[in-house]
């Protein structure tokens, strides 16, 4: 009986396919890292050191505009030659006075949820040990690792997700007990002919590009363009030095626009 002659490429294909994957679950566990335990956590330190300052900027933000849309309608009016109608734009004002207290209150309880979140920095054995866990049932569940994934396993990778971002071990280490048991991590060597083989590698390939695009853009944003910042006392001092000298610009603005208001009134009435 003559031996099977593989194609000289198929082992190479096979073991660059198990690479993407592992790839794949690397770049995944970062993500869900960044989201979930990162991002919570710079978010957390900034609100502690410009939060109030920063609520403060945004509230003088909005006066300014709520004047500065007055002062418009009212001269609108008052170039046509007409008599401003300012119950009008009262309630003009008033609808948009509301939207942007709605931005403010939503602000104010993510600022109080921020004050509120602590962190209890994990061993780096111990983080070593819950993120193999994890990386092993994210390849075991993740649906663009397996074709036949059912909706049981998105639930079960989301349960994981979230002890993943808790340093949930016992979770996570009992999920994993489970998932043993029922034979998810045996998954079979990737088969097929070369073709098949080169299309999945692409797919694969794919797959990891737009993870991998994902992942830089949340490291390129808020909050993590504020890592450099929060890590120097001299940049947080000079920050907060430059918001309060904000705040300070837009009370002078809104002075102003407060007078110009109070001479446009005036001339309508003459």
Do not use: W
């Amino acid at each position: 009986m003559n031996d099977l002659i593989l194609h000289p490429g198929y082992s190479a294909l096979l073991q660059e396919i198990e690479t993407l994957k592992s790839e794949i679950v690397s770049v995944q566990a970062q993500m869900d890292l960044a989201e979930n335990v990162e991002i919570p956590m710079l978010k957390a330190k900034y609100n502690e050191f410009f939060g109030e300052l920063e609520m403060v900027l945004v509230e003088k933000y909005y006066l300014v505009r709520l004047l500065k849309r007055e002062l418009e309608l009212i001269q609108a009016e008052l170039n046509k030659g007409a008599t401003p109608d300012f119950d009008a734009i009262a309630v003009i004002i008033e609808a948009e006075a509301n939207e942007y207290q709605a931005v403010l209150d939503s602000k104010a309880a993510e600022m109080q949820t921020l004050s509120q979140t602590k962190f209890t920095p994990m061993p780096p054995k111990e983080h070593a040990e819950i993120k193999r866990v994890y990386q092993k049932i994210v390849k075991a569940l993740h649906p663009d690792l397996n074709a036949g994934a059912t909706k049981e396993d998105q639930e079960c990778l989301q349960q994981a997700v979230e002890a993943f971002a808790e340093g949930d071990f016992a979770t996570l280490d009992a999920i994993a007990a489970i998932l043993e048991f029922r034979g998810k991590f045996q998954t079979p060597a990737p088969s097929g002919t070369l073709e098949e083989l080169e299309t999945k590698r692409a797919k694969l390939f794919d797959t990891l590009s737009k993870l991998a695009q994902k992942l830089k853009d949340i490291r390129s944003r808020f909050p993590f363009d504020c890592k450099e910042l929060l890590a120097s006392p001299e940049k947080i001092k000079a920050k907060a030095k430059q918001m309060e000298a904000d705040i300070a610009n837009f009370e002078v603005i809104a002075s102003d626009y407060k007078n110009r208001l109070e001479q446009l009134q005036g001339r309508s009435h003459e």
